[in-house]
């Protein structure tokens, strides 16, 4: 019987033959093993690098907001609170009615001088028309000076 064997049947396994099919399989394994290491590295540093890509889109995408969110509070930085521009029409209002009463009554004034003057129906026409042309250019120079007041007051 050989040394190391315990069968009758010698087997052809010896303890150098088991430590070289060991050895071999090891380096098989290492191999693999390494083999994969490659390949997940190569995936790692793909992955790395469309993430770099993706965040840097991200990054522009992100600015160009960002620049348009500062140029929109610049526009409502500009822009007159509700309450102050219905405070504004409100005066104005108040001012435009006030004015058509002092100007009213300048009118009746002048009405009742022209037909003292004239006396006659042809003369009635004409201050009609008078009358007329003078509450047209005072609605005229109403709006003006309400335009005028309005475009004062909106000066920043």
Known sequence: MPAGET??????????????LIQSELAAIRATL???????QQ?????EKAIREK??????RLASMNEFRAQLGDVIARMMPRSEAESKSNENAARIVLLEHRH????????SRLDIL???QSGADRSRQIIAWVIAA???L?????????LIDAKP
Do not use: F
Not at 142 to 150: K, Q, V, Y
């Open 118 to 120: 004239t006396g006659a």
């Open 142 to 150: 109403i709006t003006i000076g309400t335009a005028a007041l309005i």
């Open 104 to 111: 009213g009554e300048d009118v009746s004034t002048i009405n």
């Open 43 to 47: 995936r790692w540093e793909a992955q």
């Open 7 to 20: 069968e009758k049947t010698p087997s052809g396994l010896t303890v150098d033959t088991l430590n070289l």
């Open 138 to 140: 005072i609605v005229g």
């Open 55 to 60: 965040n840097s889109t991200m990054e522009e």
């Open 34 to 40: 390494h083999e994969r290491d490659d390949r997940y």
